[in-house]
């Protein structure tokens, strides 16, 4: 099998399929999205995060160098986004929401799952370090 193949049908197809069965039980099973994320925000991610690290082979010091890491770059992008933000002369709450915006990305309850079907368990354990440092 091509790697184009492999990549389409081992990372891209198994996102579409649960983005259609949730396209599928909203419009046939009345499922509302607002509940759904909400199961999903507060429930299946910090099952999912959890598990991961209690159960992955990554080790202290690896963790400690990811969540390091994370730090770091949240640090550079706030400084970033503070300089940007005063030569846009942003002030009060939309300062704060651009900061907001721009430091922290949703790295939990999009990205696990595409971290894991593109690169494997592994490479989510160093992914949930990220998400629970971010």
Known sequence: MSLVASI?????????????????????????VKT????????????????????????????????AFCVLVTALIGIAARVSASVLHLAGTTFTSFLLVVMFSNSGNYALPVVLFAFGKDALAFASVYFVTS
């Open 8 to 32: 389409v049908l081992n990372d891209i197809a198994p996102i579409f399929v649960l983005a259609g069965i949730g396209f599928l039980l909203a419009r046939h099973a009345g499922a509302r």
């Open 36 to 67: 759904l994320s909400t199961v999903s925000f507060h429930a299946l991610s910090p099952c999912l995060v959890f598990h991961q690290l209690v159960t992955s082979r990554v080790g202290f010091s690896e963790s400690w160098r990811v969540a």
